[in-house]
């Protein structure tokens, strides 16, 4: 939903002024007094909290690169500095069997080309919990589903995640769900059946696949033996069905693997054929992960993926595109018209300008908090690995947590390859990027 930027201006007005009257200093005249009152240690029928944060952002674009040369042929420069305020707030209330959640972000930016804000509900719905075996969901949702920690090919109703972000908080969908679950004293110790119904009409869902449908997705999930396990399956003529299997277990208490697969029909897809001509074909594809996360005795976290999308662009289709890219770059050159520039937007909305739009990826998140003895400094770094034409991106990052309730982050990120590689190819050369969160 988009807003102007005053009601986003307002919303974090009212959130300054809301943190400053629940603000303990607030109440800092009032007389103090130390009791024990047994009603702060029952469950809250009420709970909320959330952060703000400010974001700053240098870019060196990539001027060579396709998604450049796309994006900036009307309007060339060489960096690009960008703002970005946002408010996330998260409440709960419960109440007998029910439950309602909300989450809700607002976000505003501003850089050297113009400014943009947004403001969405990213979950609305309420629980239902009539017995301890039985739940029900009504609302929009983010469901979880999968077991991987940059990727799910399984999570047939969820927004894919962003790899260098992964645990952001995502958009749900709105559906009905039901879970029913059941607990065992053998080998299988727990079994559990979740159905949801996910409606796709105008302005309901519009994003998730072709209006006028009613889709079913279902997971049956098992601990048997301290293995998870789930099987999924998604049917409906929004999207094609697909059918899925993961898994995760604890090898021992710092050794964990896990992962997916996936496996989807009947998709069609848009792409360049040798002849250079946009074609559609259709077909059925696999897609899987593997990986692994590792804990060691000095604090230092390792997560590793393989992850194989068979419906992405090979490398050679992806050089079509890039080529077309070029083409229309010479085009505009020599005659001043971006037709070719115009048909390439329209290519890469069908799916060249995703994200990971490669076959063969493998991802790399290593972290260690307080080394050398330095309390709430965490170093980090986040790999992204093209394995089919070997380029790829790099995020080194320091961050802080010694305040109560923030968080500093310093990232720095930097793509490298050759010329009609993915990641060579992109907008941004590289990009040193500044978070400051306030949770509360």
């Known amino acids: ?37 047994l009603e702060e240690f029952e469950p809250k029928k009420f709970e909320w909290g959330g952060y703000a944060e400010i974001k700053w952002e240098h870019i060196d674009l990539n001027t060579d690169g396709a998604f450049y040369k796309l994006n900036y042929y009307e309007d060339p420069r060489s960096v690009l500095d960008r703002f970005t305020g946002a408010l996330q707030l998260e409440s709960r209330y419960k109440r007998g069997m029910g439950a309602f959640n909300l989450v809700l972000r607002a976000e505003a930016g501003r850089d050297d080309v113009g400014w943009s804000d947004t403001a969405d509900v990213y979950e609305a719905n309420l629980s239902l919990k009539p017995s301890p075996f039985v739940t029900v969901d009504l609302g929009k949702k983010v469901f979880k589903w999968g077991k991987g920690y940059a990727w799910n090919p399984v999570g047939f109703i969820d927004r894919p995640k962003d790899p260098n972000d992964p645990e952001e908080a995502l958009e749900g ?4 769900g039901i879970d029913i679950i059941k607990s065992f004293s053998g080998s299988l110790q727990t079994v559990a059946l979740t159905t949801v119904v996910l409606p796709v009409w105008e302005d309901v869902n519009e994003d998730f696949g072709e209006v006028n449908n009613l889709n079913l997705a279902a997971k049956l999930y098992m601990l048997y033996r301290d293995t998870d396990i789930d099987f999924a399956i998604f049917s ?31 998709l069609e897809q848009n792409y360049l054929s040798e002849t250079g001509t946009l074609t559609k074909r259709e077909l059925s594809a696999e897609r899987y992960l593997l990986g692994l996360r590792y804990l060691t005795e000095s604090d230092i976290t390792t997560i ?6 068979g419906a992405g662009f090979s490398e050679s289709e992806l050089g079509r595109f890039y080529q077309l890219v070029a083409d229309a770059d010479t085009q505009l050159l020599n005659t001043g018209t971006d037709t070719l520039f115009q048909t390439a937007k329209n290519i890469s909305n069908m799916g060249y300008g995703r994200p990971q739009v490669g076959r063969n990826y493998l991802y790399l998140k290593i972290n260690q908090k307080d080394p050398f003895d330095i309390l709430y400094f965490t170093p980090g770094l986040i790999a992204i690995l093209n394995l089919d034409d070997h380029s790829y991106s790099i995020s080194p990052e ?10 500093f982050r310093l990232r720095f990120t930097v793509l490298n390859s050759g010329r009609f590689t993915e990641f060579g190819e992109k907008q941004n050369e590289n990009r040193l990027e500044l978070r400051v969160r306030y949770h509360f």
């Open 398 to 407: 320091l961050a802080y947590t010694g305040v109560t309730n923030w968080e």
């Open 1 to 37: 939903m988009r807003h102007g930027c005053g009601r986003i201006l307002r919303s974090i007005l009212f959130f300054l002024v809301s943190l400053f009257l629940f603000s303990p200093h607030s109440h800092a005249m009032a007389e103090e007094n130390y009791s024990f009152d």
């Open 236 to 266: 409906g003529n929004s999207r094609s069905t697909r059918y899925g299997v993961d898994f995760s277990r604890n090898l021992s208490s710092n050794f964990e693997i896990h992962g997916e697969f996936a496996y989807l029909t009947d």
């Open 304 to 309: 590793i993926e393989f992850y194989h999308n």
């Open 173 to 176: 969908y709105i559906g009905a």
